[in-house]
C-alpha cells in the first residue's frame, strides 16, 4: 500500500522539471535580446546597446538597467469621471490656487517655480491641458515638444488637487498629454519631466526612471525620462477611450518650444537610481 502510493507520488514529481523547465523558457524570453529594444542613454542621449542584462552607453560609458519603456500600470482603482480640456487664461487663478496647495512637501517652496509655472500658464508656449470633474478644475498639466530635439516631449507642472489625489486624475492628465503625440510618423518619444521625490513612485509605475539632481537653492529632483512609440500613444488613447473620461484636446499640436535650462548639480553623480 505503502509502495503504491510512493509510485503515484513520483509520477506526479513531473510538475517539478515541468515548472523549472518554465521558468528558464520565462527568463530567456524575458532577456532575449530582441525584446529588448536600444533605448537612448539617460545620461548624455546616445542609443546605448545591451550587454548583458544592461544597457552601455558607447559614448559616455554610463551602464543602466532599466529600459526605460513607457508602460501603462494595471490599476488597483477605477478612473473617476472627469473632463480633459485646453488650459484658458479663465483657469488661471485655480491653477495656481492648485499648485499653492500642493507645494508644502510636493512642490519645492519659494517665489522661483510658482513664478516659472505661472509665466509657462501665461506665455503659451506650452500646451496645458487641465482635469474637470463636475465642471471644476482639479488638476492641470503641461506639455510641448523642444525645439531643439523635436522627440524630446517635455511634461511640465502636473499636478492634482490634493483633495481629489488618488482617484486617476493624475493618470488621466499623463495619458491625456501624450495621447496628443502624433502617431503618423513612426517616431520614439522621449517624455522627459523634474519630479520630486514624493511623485517620483507615481511616474516610476509608468516607467519612468532617471538621475537626481539639486538645484541652486538645494531642492531634490528626479529628472525621468520614458521613451514611447505610436502603439504605446495608441494604447494611452485606448486607455482614455475605456475610461469615464470625455476628452476635449484630441486633436490639439503640441507647440515646439525652446530647451529651458536649468541649472542643476546631480546628486550622486553616475549612480542610477535604486530599483
Ligand atoms: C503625482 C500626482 C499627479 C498623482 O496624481 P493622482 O491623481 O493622485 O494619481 P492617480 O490617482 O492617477 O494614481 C494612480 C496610481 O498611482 C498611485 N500613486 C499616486 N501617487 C503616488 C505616489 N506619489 N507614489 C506612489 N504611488 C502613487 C495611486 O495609489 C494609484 O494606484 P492604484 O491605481 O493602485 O490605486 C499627484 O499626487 C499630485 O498632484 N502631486 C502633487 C504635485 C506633484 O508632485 N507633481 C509632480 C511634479 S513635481
Known sequence: MYLLASAENIREL?????????GILALCWENWPKRRPPTLCWRCGTLARREGGDYVCPNCGWTFEKDGRFRIPVRTSPISACRLRRYCAADFDTCVDIYRLNEPGRFPTGAQYIEEFSGELR?????????EVDGIVRGCGGIARIRERPDLVSLTYRMVHPSYHGKGFGTVMLLGRLSLLPTDGGATWIPCMA????SAPFYARFG?????FSDEAGSEFWNYFSCLNDADVERCRGSL???DVTNHCFGETVPLREQLVAKWTEVEPGKPEAS
Open 123 to 131: 506665455d503659451g508656449r506650452t500646451l496645458f491641458v487641465v482635469c
Open 14 to 22: 513531473w510538475i517539478i522539471p515541468a515548472m523549472a523547465l518554465f
Open 241 to 243: 477611450a475605456d475610461a
Open 208 to 212: 519612468f526612471s532617471g538621475r537626481k
Open 195 to 198: 519630479t520630486v521625490d514624493a
